[in-house]
């Protein structure tokens, strides 16, 4: 099965965006909490590799800034789009470093967001979209550690926790 990494957020902002996603995003497909994925599918069968990179890449890397600027369309769904220029150049450099292991669809750039609701009608969506709208107020946080999970087909397994402890200059 493939492992998932993903952001994991500060207290505060995981407080905010949590309840969302219990709120709305659909109960029989809610395995974890809310997050932020950089890689969807990476190979199980690379997981000393990727265990080892993620031990260096959390202990050199500063927890990362972030802003969540408003909310995006999914056609079947919606999320809260985040802003991190750093947490992009963090994927670009895992990219570089996995280029040979990567999927076609892992390998290219990501638009950060923390995904609320998916998977449902294009009416249920939009009406998300709109009270979402409505409610929201833009906010800074920080991405503090990054999470691998495997995917089991359902319920995901936590793999690892990797703090982000690296000098905040």
Same mark, same amino acid.
């Given at each position: 099965?493939?492992?998932?990494?993903?952001?994991?957020?500060?207290?505060?902002?995981?407080?905010?965006?949590?309840?969302?996603?219990?709120?709305?995003?659909?109960?029989?497909?809610?395995?974890?909490?809310?997050?932020?994925?950089?890689?969807? /599918?990476?190979?199980?069968?690379?997981?000393?590799?990727?265990?080892?990179?993620? +031990?260096?890449? @959390? #202990?050199? =890397?500063?927890?990362?800034?972030?802003?969540?600027?408003?909310?995006?369309?999914?056609?079947?769904?919606?999320?809260?789009?985040?802003?991190?220029?750093?947490?992009?150049?963090?994927?670009?450099?895992?990219?570089?470093?996995?280029?040979?292991?990567?999927?076609?669809?892992?390998?290219?750039?990501?638009?950060?967001?923390?995904?609320? /609701?998916?998977?449902?009608?294009?009416?249920?969506?939009?009406?998300?979209?709109? +009270?979402?709208? @409505? #409610?929201? =107020?833009?906010?800074?946080?920080?991405?503090?550690?990054?999470?691998?999970?495997?995917?089991?087909?359902?319920?995901?397994?936590?793999?690892?926790?990797?703090?982000?402890?690296?000098?905040?200059?």
């Amino acid at each position: 099965m493939a492992l998932i990494l993903t952001l994991g957020f500060d207290a505060h902002s995981f407080a905010r965006l949590e309840p969302l996603r219990q709120r709305y995003f659909p109960a029989g497909r809610n395995f974890i909490p809310v997050h932020v994925s950089l890689f969807q /599918q990476l190979p199980a069968q690379a997981m000393d590799r990727i265990l080892a990179g993620l +031990r260096q890449v @959390a #202990e050199t =890397t500063a927890p990362l800034p972030f802003r969540a600027s408003g909310i995006m369309d999914f056609s079947g769904g919606a999320a809260i789009d985040i802003a991190c220029k750093e947490a992009l150049d963090l994927h670009g450099q895992l990219r570089r470093a996995w280029s040979d292991i990567l999927t076609e669809s892992d390998d290219r750039k990501r638009k950060l967001h923390a995904t609320v /609701q998916n998977k449902v009608d294009r009416d249920s969506a939009l009406a998300t979209q709109a +009270r979402l709208r @409505a #409610e929201f =107020t833009s906010w800074d946080g920080v991405f503090d550690r990054l999470l691998l999970w495997h995917y089991r087909g359902g319920p995901w397994e936590r793999a690892g926790t990797f703090p982000l402890t690296g000098d905040t200059k």
